[in-house]
């Protein structure tokens, strides 16, 4: 995997905002954003100890038609000539033209497999795992879960956590930046928040975290599901639970893949402010939950604060469709 040359801990980069600035509170970013140009974000660690396991087999895994999972499998097999199946979610979209995501991943090798919305809400079933492998001519190939969430992803997820708990604070000298250490000893993150998809990042950051360090999840799927998911990944990565960690399930807007003209503007604003390129389906969200937290004084003055940057925004042309190379198996 080093041949990947990931950059690795990612930078921690601070925000320098009066929303949080006048209540107290120190907003930092974890720019786990910038790991990789291809790779970028928890698809990263959640991907590289995958694709260490898999030991070159072909990769099996799931997702919707604008999964950063897929985008992120494909870019992967690409880089380390891989072979990689995407079985996506809706067999309505076979023979239509692919949408820039899903056209992104067949650049980059990947073989799609359209299977209908019944038969891939139970794809983590034994033998209808068995099923789509055989579907797809790949029964030996190493299967990776939709997200990437499994136990080893969950373990991998732990060094963001511990990057967190060993990095210093800091203090700005001279107006160029903080640079210099106040105190080795002090963490320079109280609270580290990240956006929820599957649970995985948030299980082994929680887990990775010191003491006296707390995780916050912000779900952006509705169903209030994601902690019971959490638990359970902690439970088969570690035995149990591990860390201080919640959930504040208010922030998802009606589900995944929802967006709204107020979350458009809150992440047009915050770009604005601070040259930051937002993604809207998880990032927007976690730091506009942020936001509304510290002017509710959920973090008391004085909290450090970081911000997972998970990763950036997909660009996509107005019309941009590409046909072709699909596999529509059902």
Same mark, same amino acid.
């Given at each position: ?129 068995? +099923?789509?492998? $055989?579907?797809?001519? %790949?029964? =030996? *190939?190493? /299967? ?7 136990? #080893?992803? @969950? ?99 009606? +589900?995944?893949? $929802?967006?709204?003209? %107020?979350? =458009? *503007?809150? /992440? ?7 040259? #930051?390129? @937002? ?52």
């Amino acid at each position: 995997m080093s041949t990947l040359h990931p950059r690795l801990p990612s930078p921690l980069h601070p925000v320098d905002d009066p929303r949080w600035t006048a209540r107290g509170v120190r907003l930092v970013l974890k720019r786990d954003d910038l790991i990789h140009p291809d790779i970028g974000g928890n698809k990263w660690r959640k991907l590289a100890p995958n694709l260490a396991a898999a030991q070159g087999r072909a990769l099996v895994t799931f997702g919707g038609a604008y999964s950063n999972h897929l985008r992120a499998t494909a870019a992967a097999g690409r880089l380390l000539g891989v072979p990689t199946i995407g079985v996506v979610r809706g067999d309505e979209l076979a023979g239509r033209p692919l949408n820039p995501s899903l056209a992104r991943c067949v650049a980059d090798g990947m073989r799609l497999c359209f299977v209908d919305r019944s038969t891939y809400r139970r794809k983590n079933e034994p033998e209808v795992l068995a +099923g789509l492998l $055989r579907r797809v001519g %790949a029964e =030996d *190939a190493y /299967a990776v879960p939709e997200g990437g969430s499994n136990i #080893l992803a @969950v373990r991998g997820c732990t060094a963001l956590g511990a990057e967190l708990r060993d990095a210093v604070d800091t203090v700005d000298t001279d107006g160029s930046g903080p640079t210099a250490p106040t105190d080795p000893t002090v963490p320079a993150v109280d609270v580290a928040a990240v956006a929820v998809g599957t649970g995985g990042t948030l299980a082994g950051l929680a887990a990775g975290l010191g003491p006296g360090q707390r995780a916050l999840g912000v779900p952006v799927v509705a169903g209030g599901f994601l902690g019971e998911e959490i638990r359970a990944l902690q439970q088969a990565a570690f035995g149990g639970r591990r860390g201080d960690w919640w959930l504040d399930d208010r922030f998802h807007g009606g +589900g995944y893949g $929802r967006t709204d003209p %107020a979350l =458009d *503007a809150f /992440a047009d604003d915050f770009e604005q402010r601070h040259g #930051l390129p @937002v993604e809207r389906l998880y990032v927007a969200k976690m730091l506009k939950a942020l936001l509304t937290l510290t002017e509710e004084g959920a973090f008391a003055p004085g909290t450090r604060l970081a911000a997972v940057i998970t990763g950036r925004p997909f660009p996509t042309a107005a019309g941009e469709t590409v046909t072709g190379q699909a596999d529509s198996s059902r």
